[in-house]
């Protein structure tokens, strides 16, 4: 059972448009969310993360938003650029975890020029 | 910056081999992990370690051990390679601080024939 969903395996934006990437997840004891980009051929890049006692965590063209009685959280990306093309995986811990991350399947991002 | 270097970016052996996957980090990082990439399955872990000569199995450790002899070194080892175990294998590391992203290598595109 995933502990960590990411429910559009894809999604096609328009280049200057708002690419918005969604992740869901079961177990109430997470406290600590990332999302990570990766390009064919390299490995995860860190993008951004967000602690529990937030709810919106912000940088530059990249904002989390988390919604912890839905146990959800998004990815906004404004305005959305051809680099941004690349498949985005959520992860969350929990204290009780370690220093464990439980990793989304991933969405692949495509930005259409 | 952080860097977290493997070994080899692609790799082809045969069923019944041992198989040896090096990683090596540059940030005096305490863990340290390795994952196989699977398409729409995420990053799963199969091995980490806190601490030299520490190891605790991850998610999908059978058919797989590990090495921590240096704090910067990780192995992968395949005991005995099976075509199953034909994937992409992701090698992070991080700090032993909670709340503490993972920062992965570029993998290694492992094949089984």
């Known amino acids: 059972d995933q502990q960590v969903k990411q429910n559009s395996p894809s999604l096609s934006v328009q280049e200057g448009r708002i690419s918005i990437l969604n992740c869901d997840y079961t177990?109430?004891?997470?406290?600590?969310f990332l999302w990570y980009k990766k390009y064919p051929a390299e490995g995860p890049t860190f993008l951004i993360s967000?602690?529990?006692?937030?709810d919106k965590n912000e940088d530059g063209r990249f904002t989390v938003f988390l919604n912890k009685s839905a146990k959800h959280l998004s990815l906004h990306i404004v305005p959305s650029q051809p680099g941004d093309s690349a498949v985005y995986f959520c992860?969350?811990?929990?204290?009780?975890?370690?220093?464990?991350?439980?990793f989304g399947p991933g969405t692949r991002l495509s930005v259409l020029p | 910056d952080v860097k977290v270097t493997q070994s080899s970016r692609y790799l082809v052996k045969r069923t019944g081999e041992k198989v040896f996957l090096e990683c090596v980090q540059d940030?005096?990082?305490?863990?340290m992990f390795w994952y196989r990439q699977d398409p729409g399955l995420g990053l799963r872990l199969i091995y980490f370690?806190?601490?030299?000569?520490?190891?605790e199995k991850g998610d999908i450790p059978e058919g797989y051990s590990v090495s921590r002899e240096k704090k910067e070194r990780f192995s992968l080892i395949l005991e005995s390679a099976s075509t199953n175990q034909t994937s992409m294998y992701l090698c992070?590391?991080?700090?032993?601080?909670?709340?503490?992203?993972?920062?992965f290598g570029d993998g290694t595109r492992l094949s089984i024939l």
């Open positions: 992070a590391s991080s700090f032993r601080l909670s709340n503490q992203p993972q920062h």
């Open positions: 177990n109430s004891m997470f406290d600590y």
């Open positions: 967000i602690s529990s006692i937030k």
């Open positions: 992860a969350a811990s929990a204290r009780n975890y370690g220093q464990n991350f439980v």
């Open positions: 940030m005096d990082h305490e863990n």
């Open positions: 370690s806190y601490d030299v000569k520490m190891k």
